[in-house]
């Protein structure tokens, strides 16, 4: 798989940890037309990338990251607040921090949660906007200066051929958490774009999905039930 890169934020339902279990890339650039955290890409930072994202707060994110210099990352102060961040600190920076703030979120928190400040008083070494993890940014953000963001929705993706990651809200209950969620996604249309994508294609959802022949793919961490997230996979091409 190579040096892979640690994610730059916890997503709610992003792919990092279970990315090693999706088949690996067949092509030198990967696309994910649901940014999101790019937990897929992460894992292959080599390969030319190619982040699509709608959440303009993402979006946003993602430029910064790729062209911000590690030592403007390392200059920006622990703080337990976005509020509590100097005026030098751009918009992109903000959202790095605030992300920081709490785990597994759908868009920045302004500041730690009460359990991240509990897990911090015990020594966590990643609780909020630490010096640990701002130095971890700051020592990836070199190894993606190759890495292509465009903000808008997935029919923004450029008409390649590629590696396709395509992850987007699930069309159910799980997916509403997002701020671009399923009430904003015509899954019909969605599924024939998917169709038309050239290279390998690989396309996530829950088990139940049916606006594409899904097949069963994994069970992914156990939920409250003990169940865990039933995940199914469309795949296409090599």
Not at 70 to 85: G, H, K
Request: aromatic residues 12%; proline residues 7%; positive net charge.
């Amino acid at each position: 798989m190579g040096d892979t890169l640690k994610p730059f934020i916890g997503y709610y339902g992003g792919k990092y940890r279970a990315a090693p279990r999706y088949p690996n890339p067949t092509h030198a650039m990967i696309v994910e037309p649901f940014a999101g955290a790019a937990g897929y890409s992460l894992r292959y930072p080599e390969r030319r990338v190619i982040l699509v994202e709608r959440f303009a707060v993402l979006a946003e994110m993602w430029r910064y990251l790729i062209s911000v210099p590690s030592a403007e990352v390392t200059r920006i102060p622990e703080v337990t607040s976005v509020d509590d961040l100097p005026s030098w600190v751009p918009e992109g920076g903000r959202t790095i921090v605030g992300f920081a703030m709490n785990a597994a979120v759908e868009a920045p928190r302004k500041s730690l949660s009460s359990g991240r400040k509990k897990l911090a008083t015990m020594g966590r070494k990643f609780e909020g906007w630490t010096d640990a993890r701002r130095r971890r940014v700051a020592a990836q953000v070199d190894r993606i200066r190759h890495w292509q963001i465009i903000e808008g929705d997935y029919s923004a993706a450029p008409d390649v051929e590629a590696t396709w990651f395509i992850d987007p809200p699930y069309n159910n209950a799980v997916g509403r958490h997002y701020r671009h969620g399923p009430d904003k996604i015509d899954y019909s249309a969605l599924g024939a774009w998917c169709r038309g994508r050239q290279g390998q294609v690989l396309v996530c959802e829950n088990e139940g999905a049916t606006w594409l022949p899904f097949s069963p793919f994994a069970v992914f961490k156990a939920g409250v039930n003990g169940s865990g997230s039933r995940e199914v996979l469309y795949q296409q091409g090599a």
